[in-house]
Nanobody, 113 residues
Framework: QAQLVESGGGLVQPGGSLTLTCVASRIAFSINTINWYRQAPGNERELVAS???????SYSDSVKGRFAIYRDHTKDTVWLQMSSLKPDDTAMYYCNDRLYGTWGHGTQVTVSS
């Protein structure tokens, strides 16, 4: 069955950097758009970044200029590189695919001093 597995979350100080990884399997990766969402306690799930099969990208206004999403078709993997992190970036981060609607279990990012 289709599967997405996230990793790379952790505790980081404000202003720091972190890179999240999403490894995909059985989701037709080469023709599928992959999204990163996040959800903080008490908030709705928010779309953070997307990358199309062509590697065209889009970002939410809240992360534009600080986050970068990229993919490797040979590894069926998508990364979310996060820099200049703020406490407001604290959330559970989820990987999702557009074609099948598959979700990973998430990885926690906490930005705190």
């Amino acid at each position: 069955q289709a599967q997405l597995v996230e990793s790379g979350g952790g505790l980081v100080q404000p202003g720091g950097s972190l890179t999240l990884t999403c490894v995909a399997s059985r989701i037709a990766f080469s023709i599928n758009t992959i999204n990163w969402y996040r959800q903080a306690p008490g908030n709705e799930r928010e779309l953070v970044a997307s990358i199309a099969p062509s590697s065209s990208t889009s970002y939410s206004d809240s992360v534009k200029g600080r986050f970068a999403i990229y993919r490797d078709h040979t590894k069926d993997t998508v990364w979310l590189q996060m820099s200049s992190l703020k406490p407001d970036d604290t959330a559970m981060y989820y990987c999702n695919d557009r074609l099948y609607g598959t979700w990973g279990h998430g990885t926690q990012v906490t930005v705190s001093s």
